[in-house]
């Protein structure tokens, strides 16, 4: 059942676009850098949520643009 690393088409996970799956694809599974950075970027806030044991000092936030 072992294959030899084949290319094929996959479903982007980011866009859902068509992805080529090949070793040429260095962002595969993503069809693109781009959809590889957006996937990262929700993992990294909100699958992937990490303890962070330094929460932002609110005297930090007083930069005037915080959001109402
Ligand atoms: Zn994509």
Redesign the pocket.
Known sequence: MTQPFAARTVT?P????P?RYAPDNPWRP???E??KQLDLGAWASERFRVPDPTPPDPGELSDGRLPS
């Open positions: 982007c980011a866009c859902g676009g992805s993503f069809c693109s781009r959809c």
